[in-house]
C-alpha cells in the first residue's frame, strides 16, 4: 500500500491554516505547510495540529511549489492551498487511488473546487469545477513553471479527472478580494513586462471583455451578487494589470522640481 504526502502553502493564514489542516492532518500520512515567513500564527497553529512547518522564501508561486515538492516524502502528493479544504469524500477517492496504486493509471489528476463566496456556492461565473493544476499527483512526476501568478505545471504522464470536490473559501470579505486583485494584477504585470505593451485603454478593452465573458457567457449572473462581485472583480484585476504594465514600460516618474529662489526686486 502506498503513502501520500500533502503540502500546503501559506502566508499570513492564521484564520484560515487551521481548517485546511485540520481536514487533512488525520488522514494524510505527512502534512507539510510551506510557509514564507509569515508575521502572524500561521506557523504554530500549523504546528499545533501535528503539520511540520518548512520556511520558503516567497520568489513567485511556481518557485515556492517546487520547494515544497522537495519536503514530501512519500511516492503520491496532494497539494492543497491553505483557503481549501478537503471533504470527505474527497479524502475517500484520494485513499482510493493512493492505495490501489495502480501502475497503468494516471499520474496525476484534476481535482474540482467549490467555491463560497458572500454566503453562497458559486456553480457558474466559470469557477465550477474550477480546476487550477493537478492536485494529486505521484512524486516526481509533475513540475510547476516559474511564473510568478498563475503558474502552468508540467507533467510526465496521463492525467485524469477526480470526481469529489474539495471546498474553497477564496474570500473572507470584499476588502481581501481587492487585495488579491492589487496583488495578482502587479504580479500579472510583472510577468507581461517582456512579452506585451500595456495601457490604460488595453486595460479598459480586456477588463469589459473578462466581465462579459465572465457574467454572461459563463452565466455569472445565475451566482447573484456572488457573480456579480466575481465578474467585476475580473474586470478590476485585468484594468489594473495592463495599466500597471504601462507603469513599468514607461517613466511616469514627477518632473524635476525647478528652483524656487527669491522673487525678483
Known sequence: ???VSCYIIAFNEERKIRQAVGSVIEWADEVIVCDSFSTDRTAEYAEALGARVV???FEGFGKLRNTALTHCTHPWIFSLDSDERCTPEARDEILSIVR???ADGPIA???PR???LLGRWVTHSGW???YRQPQLFRNGQLQYTLEAVHEGFECKGPIGHLKAPIWQFPFENLSQMLKKA???SSLGAEKLQDKKQGGLGKGLIHGLSIFVQSYVFKSGWRDGRAGLAIAVGAFIGTFYKYAKLAELQHDW???EQPRVGPPNP
Request: charged share 25%; aromatic share 20%.
Open 109 to 111: 489528476y484534476w481535482m
Open 128 to 130: 465550477y469545477p474550477d
Open 1 to 3: 500500500m502506498s503513502h
Open 182 to 184: 492589487d496583488r495578482y
Open 114 to 116: 467549490k467555491n463560497f
Open 55 to 57: 520556511q520558503i522564501p
Open 253 to 255: 516618474s514627477e518632473p
Open 100 to 102: 490501489s496504486d495502480q
